[in-house]
């Protein structure tokens, strides 16, 4: 009697069991358990880069805050440049190094007077503002394509292990006859876990969207942040020694 009530209750847990989202992968194919692992492999990847850009450019903007401060207050360039200095993650206070550094080489090779009369001498300080500029943005700009990718190619990774799932559902319910192949139940587990695909997917796919489109516009505030600075800084230049 009693083994007569435990086999339905067994059953019924099993079926409970099949229907949560876990025990739908577990049974899912290989293949779309593979998609599944990429999918989530590239899930966590893109996190990590957006916690790790977060910070740097939160850290960027906060520092460059402070050296433009530093920049305005201070008279003496040699002064600016020892802040200057202390502020590495800044990217403005990276250009101004640059463009310093050049400027001390030109003053470092000839006196004043020859100095002043050099037509090229703020070419090579524009070239340094720029050169430092390129490569301040191509640091921030780092890891941000993969997080493009991920936006882009995760939906459609996503559906490619849905159609691969459903595929493999209606292959099998070929393989079924009588009564057995009448039901919803055959193809609507298989089908259930196949969608999961998708739906992982587009979990991947919209925070990486929505923090690469976040981030580009930090970096373009930044890089107008640079660009400003160069003029200021060029500006300075040739007040002071390329009249």
């Not at 990429?38 to 960027?60: D, E, N, P, T």
């Not at 470092?108 to 301040?136: I, P």
């Not at 490619?160 to 319910?173: H, K, P, S």
């Amino acid at each position: 009697m009693n083994g007569t009530i435990l086999v339905p209750l067994l059953a019924q847990a099993d079926a409970e069991q099949g229907h949560t989202i876990m025990g739908l992968v577990s049974e899912a194919s290989g293949m779309v358990l593979f998609v599944l692992a990429l999918l989530i492999v590239a899930s966590l990847a893109s996190w990590f880069i957006i916690g790790f850009k977060w910070i740097q450019l939160r850290r960027a903007a906060a520092q460059t805050r402070q050296f433009t401060e530093v920049f305005w207050q201070s008279k003496r360039l040699d002064a600016i440049y020892d802040q200057a200095q202390t502020l590495g993650a800044s990217p403005v206070s990276q250009v101004f190094q640059a463009g310093y550094v050049e400027l001390r080489k030109l003053k470092g090779q000839a006196d004043e007077t020859t100095m002043s009369q050099q037509l090229g001498g703020t070419e090579n300080v524009e070239r340094s503002l720029r050169r430092a500029m390129a490569t301040e943005i191509a640091n921030m700009e780092k890891l941000i394509p993969f997080l493009a990718t991920v936006g882009s190619t995760a939906p459609f990774v996503g559906l490619f292990g849905t159609v691969w799932g459903i595929m493999l559902a209606f292959m099998n319910l070929s393989q079924v006859s009588g009564d057995d192949a009448m039901g919803i139940d055959v193809v609507s587990g298989p089908i259930a876990e196949a969608l999961i695909a998708t739906a992982i997917g587009l979990m991947a796919a919209i925070p990486a969207v929505v923090a690469y489109n976040f981030f580009n516009a930090r970096i373009a505030s930044l890089s107008v942040d640079m660009d400003n600075f160069s003029n200021d800084f060029l500006n300075i230049v040739k007040r002071h020694f390329f009249r």
